[in-house]
């Protein structure tokens, strides 16, 4: 497991002069904001500056990770490794008035890179059209290495063309705040609780619980509305209703602590340390 979560020092020759302490107030002065109920008033010289930073992350990622290809190849693991690169979540830079994530379940947060690298080159230079979950990453790499896929697992194993995994829905969603609160992580409001999916050309998002949703229901067509714009929940409400049906039916099926336990507040503490979410 190799994860990159920090942004770059201020020594580092991508990002020269750059102050951490300076763009993390900035930071929580605009999510202070968004959770007060006001839009983030955010000057165009701001939003290019938190582009700017975010493209330099985005730049020593992928400094950091050639460096890990480099050090395989020299030590001769590379070609019989299997590489996943990939995300928790994306970022929204302003696309819908916000910044971070976690505060809504639009494209920008949902849609995320997923770059395999199979061990001796199978499946090479291919790209798939197709909806891939987060669920299909461990049967996948389980597949490819001989290994039991358990049969708990939801998620599919990708083997080739054939694997049909684009004909499911996508399925996601977002809980956050409730614990930060609870264990003082945070100083002001935060709850956003909500789920939603997409098909190859519709998505929905409901929102169950929010200090400040952007959008309580949504539809929206991404074929031709890829940004998210218009939402067509009263306009389609056959449509609505068949996506909401299948997204009911998920979530009776996939239940989180199903035999009623809860984890500790130090279980909680070692998941998000080895997560890389608290030191």
């Given amino acids: 497991w190799y994860g990159v979560s920090e942004p770059p020092g201020p020594a580092h020759p ?52 050639g460096a890990l290809i480099t050090w395989l190849k020299s ?16 970022e929204e830079l302003f696309d819908h008035g916000e910044i971070g994530h976690v505060r809504s379940l639009y494209q920008e947060l949902v ?28 049967p ?9 896929i358990p049969p708990a697992l939801m998620g599919l194993p990708y083997r080739g ?10 399925f996601f969603e977002v809980e956050a705040g409730r614990d930060a609160k609870e264990s003082k992580q945070r100083t002001f409001a935060f709850l956003e609780e909500g789920r939603g999916l997409r098909t190859e050309r519709w998505k929905l998002i409901h929102y169950d619980a929010s200090e400040t949703p952007t959008v309580v229901r949504g539809l929206f067509d991404l074929k031709a509305d890829p940004t998210e714009t218009k939402n067509l929940i009263f306009e389609l409400p056959v449509t609505t ?39």
């Fill in 14 to 65: 991508l990002l020269p002069g750059l102050d951490r302490a300076a763009f993390s107030k900035l930071v929580y002065h605009l999510y202070s904001q968004a959770a007060s109920g006001l839009p983030p008033a955010v000057p165009k010289t701001t939003q290019s500056l938190v582009e700017s930073l975010y493209d330099g992350e985005v730049a020593y990622t992928d400094e950091a990770f």
């Fill in 75 to 90: 030590q001769g693991l590379y070609d019989n490794t299997i590489i996943v690169f990939t995300s928790d979540h994306g």
């Fill in 111 to 138: 849609h995320i890179p997923l770059v395999i690298k199979f061990a001796g080159g199978e499946n090479r230079n291919l790209r798939e059209p197709d909806l891939w979950q987060q669920i299909d990453i461990l």
């Fill in 140 to 148: 996948t790499v389980l597949a490819h290495a001989d290994l039991e």
């Fill in 161 to 170: 063309r054939d694997s049909n995994l684009g004909k499911r829905p996508a």
């Fill in 241 to 279: 209703l068949e996506l909401e049906r299948q997204l009911y039916l998920h979530g009776n099926h996939q239940r989180p602590h199903t035999d009623g336990g809860k984890a500790s507040a130090e279980d909680t503490r070692k998941i998000l340390k080895s997560l890389q979410y608290m030191r």
